[in-house]
Nanobody
Framework: QVQLVESGGGLVQPGGSLRLSCAAS????????MGWYRQAPGKQRELVAS???????IYADSVKGRFTISRDNANDTVYLRMNSLRPEDSAVYYC?????????WGQGTQVTVSS
């Protein structure tokens, strides 16, 4: 059974930081490209950042320079370090594991940026 379990979300003030974690089980983590997506109320789910099996990263323009994605293949975990958070970063953040045609999602973790 594949599980992606996100953690680390919460309420933070503008300008603050959070680190999200996604622990994977039931897959050979190192052969999956991993990604973080987010979905705000009334909006479509969007890619925030991704990291390939080889460590190549991609970021949405809105988070470049503020967010950092990383992976720990020894512990089957992907991280998203979020700095300089803004109210518009508020959303449910989802972890994704992709190895075509297989694709898995976590249950999501809420991030709220508000004073």
């Amino acid at each position: 059974q594949v599980q992606l379990v996100e953690s680390g979300g919460g309420l933070v003030q503008p300008g603050g930081s959070l680190r999200l974690s996604c622990a994977a089980s039931g897959i050979i983590f190192s052969i999956y490209d991993m990604g973080w997506y987010r979905q705000a109320p009334g909006k479509q789910r969007e890619l925030v950042a991704s990291i390939t099996t080889g460590g190549r990263t991609i970021y949405a323009d809105s988070v470049k320079g503020r967010f950092t994605i990383s992976r720990d293949n020894a512990n089957d975990t992907v991280y998203l370090r979020m700095n300089s958070l803004r109210p518009e970063d508020s959303a449910v953040y989802y972890c994704n594991a992709d190895r075509n045609p297989l694709n898995y999602w976590g249950q999501g973790t809420q991030v709220t940026v508000s004073s």
